[in-house]
């Protein structure tokens, strides 16, 4: 028995040491190999993470940090959402019937609006004939579509909601609690009766160990106020008339505007058709989470899969770029990182970064 448990312990502090060297090995080489641009890529993604921003911090000096994250930035756009762009066409009881305009019905006479890229075929989906052709479709159901996005360093699952009228933000029970803890995807999922859920504003999460009770800014759940901690924060959300509102607002202009579910995050990705401009691409590679709109008022929801072997993450100009492949008249980019996370029918479609457990959320996306 002795030494069975000698070799035991032996094959586990070895497997450890391998482990351990190779972690420092790919450190190394990510920072001081041949690739500035790996490395500059590595130091971008550990940035706009809670618990690995001192990682880069450490592995490069003060100045190049400055450098390089001027290298990769996004610029904030100033507009806010032009209602009277988006044409509901599913009847919800708030907005016009009236059909979609008849180039809706040939993607290829649209361009890029009209197609999705490295995603399109000719022919519709079956169940969901919105005009546009789906490739990797994983679930065509209830007016909901799942299909696969890809690109050259990232896996993920773009969920299309026809009706934007079922689409709404759940909070926890502890809302701004600082003494609280936020709720699981899953367990916001079932409280609330959704058939699907993503991820969905910041929160309060000093060296990734946030309770993840308190949102960053504001939390709107059907049509209610639930929390805001400043004057004037970016807002992600729908009004009445489920139509996306993308822009800086205070609490006074969001409920003017009759907005019933919304959260903060950022940046804006679109808005009004118009891509934010950025250098570089805009930022590092890491799990991502994003919401956008059609023009026919079709719900996007995109979760990008991240530190991984197959999916090492996107950047926001691969969010932008998924987003006009996709016919996105406003879009925006909600919490990633290890809180990225899809649910459909109690089922986890994304590959979550956390091998450990899912993050504890103070609000999410969901869907009637």
């Given at each position: 028995?002795?030494?069975?448990?000698?070799?035991?312990?032996?094959v586990?502090?070895?497997?450890?040491?391998?482990?351990?060297?190779f972690?420092?090995?790919?450190?190394?080489?990510?920072?001081?190999?041949?690739?500035?641009?790996?490395?500059?890529?590595?130091?971008?993604?550990?940035?706009?993470?809670?618990?690995?921003?001192?990682?880069?911090?450490?592995?490069?000096?003060?100045?190049?940090?400055?450098?390089?994250?001027?290298?990769?930035?996004?610029?904030?756009?100033?507009?806010?959402?032009?209602?009277?762009?988006?044409?509901?066409?599913?009847?919800?009881?708030?907005?016009?019937?009236?059909?979609?305009?008849?180039?809706?019905?040939?993607?290829?006479?649209?361009?890029?609006?009209?197609?999705?890229?490295?995603?399109?075929?000719e022919?519709?989906?079956?169940?969901?004939?919105?005009?546009?052709?789906?490739?990797?479709?994983?679930?065509?159901?209830?007016?909901?579509?799942?299909?696969?996005?890809?690109?050259?360093?990232?896996?993920?699952?773009?969920?299309?909601?026809?009706?934007?009228?079922?689409?709404?933000?759940?909070?926890?029970?502890n809302?701004?609690?600082?003494n609280?803890?936020?709720?699981?995807?899953?367990?916001?999922?079932?409280?609330?009766?959704?058939a699907?859920?993503?991820?969905?504003?910041?929160?309060?999460?000093?060296?990734?160990?946030?309770s993840?009770?308190?949102?960053?800014?504001?939390?709107?759940?059907?049509?209610e106020?639930?929390?805001?901690?400043?004057?004037?924060?970016?807002?992600?959300?729908?009004?009445?008339?489920?139509?996306?509102?993308?822009?800086?607002?205070?609490?006074?202009?969001?409920?003017?505007?009759?907005?019933?579910?919304?959260?903060?995050?950022?940046?804006?990705?679109?808005?009004?058709?118009?891509?934010?401009?950025?250098?570089?691409?805009?930022?590092?590679?890491?799990?991502?989470?994003?919401?956008?709109?059609?023009?026919?008022?079709?719900?996007?929801?995109?979760?990008i899969?991240?530190?991984?072997?197959?999916?090492?993450?996107?950047?926001?100009?691969?969010?932008?770029?998924?987003?006009?492949?996709?016919?996105?008249?406003?879009?925006a980019?909600?919490?990633?990182?290890?809180?990225?996370?899809?649910?459909?029918?109690?089922?986890?479609?994304?590959?979550?970064?956390?091998?450990?457990?899912?993050?504890?959320l103070?609000?999410?996306?969901?869907?009637?």
């Open positions: 028995m002795k030494k069975i448990l000698k070799r035991a312990a032996l586990l502090s070895s497997t450890l040491a391998v482990l351990v060297l972690a420092v090995s790919v450190l190394i080489i990510l920072n001081f190999g041949p690739s500035p641009t790996a490395h500059k890529v590595f130091i971008k993604s550990c940035m706009e993470t809670s618990a690995m921003g001192p990682l880069a911090r450490l592995l490069t000096t003060d100045e190049e940090l400055e450098k390089i994250l001027k290298e990769n930035t996004i610029e904030e756009i100033d507009d806010t959402t032009d209602t009277n762009l988006i044409h509901i066409t599913v009847d919800n009881g708030n907005k016009d019937e009236s059909p979609a305009e008849d180039t809706n019905k040939n993607p290829s006479s649209q361009g890029s609006a009209g197609t999705v890229k490295d995603e399109v075929e022919g519709y989906v079956a169940g969901f004939d919105d005009g546009y052709s789906y490739k990797k479709v994983i679930s065509n159901e209830d007016g909901i579509l799942i299909c696969e996005v890809s690109g050259a360093t990232y896996r993920g699952h773009m969920m299309i909601v026809r009706d934007p009228s079922r689409v709404f933000v759940g909070c926890c029970n809302i701004g609690n600082k609280g803890q936020g709720e699981k995807l899953q367990t916001m999922i079932t409280k609330y009766g959704a699907a859920g993503i991820n969905a504003g910041g929160f309060a999460d000093e060296g990734g160990h946030g993840g009770s308190v949102p960053l800014g504001f939390v709107f759940s059907q049509g106020l639930k929390y805001h901690d400043s004057a004037s924060s970016l807002l992600i959300g729908f009004d009445n008339n489920n139509i996306l509102h993308v822009g800086n607002m205070t609490d006074k202009t969001a409920t003017d505007k009759n907005i019933r579910d919304a959260v903060t995050f950022g940046p804006a990705l679109i808005v009004n058709g118009k891509a934010a401009a950025m250098s570089g691409s805009g930022s590092g590679l890491n799990p991502r989470t994003a919401i956008g709109q059609r023009k026919d008022g079709a719900v996007l929801l995109l979760v899969d991240g530190r991984q072997a197959n999916s090492l993450g996107a950047s926001f100009k691969d969010l932008i770029d998924i987003f006009v492949s996709f016919g996105a008249v406003n879009a980019n909600l919490d990633g990182g290890s809180s990225s996370l899809m649910i459909y029918k109690d089922k986890e479609i994304s590959e979550r970064a956390n091998l450990i457990n899912n993050r504890y103070p609000t999410c996306i969901l869907v009637k």
